[in-house]
Nanobody, 113 residues
Framework: VQLQASGGGLVQPGGSLRLSCVASGGISSLRSMGWYRQAPGKQRELVAVFVIGGSTNYVESVKGRFTISRDTTTLYLQMNNLKAEDTAVYYC??????????WGQGTLVTVSS
């Protein structure tokens, strides 16, 4: 199983980006699908997550600006009104019912004027 993340780049404050994560190969019994980010010098943090059959959750700092969505093969993160503090490497994550994690390679988002 491989996850391929894309869509990062350089954007001005207030701008938008859409991240995508395509899964190749099957993952049995998914528990959740989500996006994490890691800023320089900081720990990786959960940004948004779909809990299969349950809720969608966002870190407080992105509520109202980011939206997580998915189709049959791809996980998305729509990011609007981006701020400098959103600058980070963003990773997609799929977790199965056994709590095994699958990670994408990371895509860099830089918010700067």
């Amino acid at each position: 199983v491989q996850l391929q993340a894309s869509g990062g780049g350089l954007v001005q404050p207030g701008g938008s980006l859409r991240l995508s994560c395509v899964a190749s190969g099957g993952i049995s019994s998914l528990r959740s699908m989500g996006w994490y980010r890691q800023a320089p010098g900081k720990q990786r943090e959960l940004v948004a997550v779909f809990v299969i059959g349950g809720s969608t959750n966002y870190v407080e700092s992105v509520k109202g600006r980011f939206t997580i969505s998915r189709d049959t093969t791809t996980l998305y993160l729509q990011m609007n009104n981006l701020k400098a503090e959103d600058t980070a490497v963003y990773y997609c994550n799929f977790r199965n019912q056994d709590y095994k994690d699958y990670w994408g390679q990371g895509t860099l988002v830089t918010v700067s004027s």
